[in-house]
């Protein structure tokens, strides 16, 4: 089946600093989405991509779908408390198949 | 803020016992999906439906497990005979539609344990 590979698994870093995720995919996507969950809480959606090469913002969040469509990143910016949590990929393969596949999630953890 | 609504946040059940988690989707959605998270894992799809059909269910377990989207009312997530290995956390998505570009919503999940 489809798998989706993040990494790094887990981040410590100062307040500050910027962050560099990144998400690979054996399989091709027509769309890839990233999360963020806070404990206890549904992931909620940061950015979505639709097209080969988009680069895409918002606010100090930046992503990135490969011109191959099998690979993503995410920046983050100047990290602030708030950030902490766990950051998800997710592709989306859309041809009547609506289902997300997930990786396995960044934790972030903010030193102050 | 009409977001997803599931209910209850947490189940505590017996092995053997039925557990019955709700969804209600977001106003104006008639897509719903259900998403199954092990501790430290990522999400994984269960079953899609729309109102009164199952669309996709490759992702929902053969045994145990169904799922319904009535035409009126909330979407169940029906699990029989509950073992310890159900113990996780279920999200509900929802959409307006099925395009590419429609985003999912989660709700805040259920959290189940099997004691």
């Known amino acids: 089946g489809q798998q989706l590979n993040q990494s790094p698994q887990s981040m410590f870093i100062q307040e500050g600093e910027d962050v560099s995720m990144n998400c690979t995919s054996s399989?091709?996507?027509?769309?890839w989405l990233w999360y963020k969950q806070d404990p206890g809480e549904g992931p909620v959606l940061l950015i979505a991509?639709?097209?080969?090469?988009e680069l895409t913002s918002n606010g100090r969040l930046t992503a990135q779908f490969g011109i191959t469509r099998k690979d993503s990143f995410l920046n983050i910016s100047a990290s602030i408390p708030s950030d902490v949590g766990i950051y998800f990929c997710a592709g989306q393969l859309f041809q009547g198949a609506q289902k997300l596949v997930f990786g396995q999630g960044t934790r972030l953890t903010i030193n102050p | 803020n009409a977001g997803v609504m599931q209910n209850p946040r947490h189940l505590v059940r017996r092995r053997g016992q039925e557990a019955r988690l709700r969804c209600s989707p977001m106003k104006g959605h008639s897509h719903v999906y259900w998403y199954r998270q092990l501790p430290e894992e990522g999400l994984k799809f269960m079953v899609y439906?729309?109102?009164?059909?199952?669309?996709?269910e490759s992702g929902m377990p053969k045994e145990r497990f169904s799922a319904e989207f009535p035409k009126e009312g909330p979407s169940i997530l029906r699990i029989q005979q509950v073992v310890r290995g159900d113990s996780a956390a279920y999200f509900c998505?929802?959409?307006?539609?099925?395009?590419?570009?429609?985003?999912?919503?989660f709700g805040p999940g259920t959290r189940l344990t099997v004691l």
């Open positions: 991509l639709y097209k080969a090469g």
């Open positions: 439906l729309q109102k009164e059909n199952i669309i996709d």
């Open positions: 998505a929802s959409s307006r539609n099925f395009a590419s570009t429609d985003t999912q919503y």
């Open positions: 399989s091709i996507f027509n769309t």
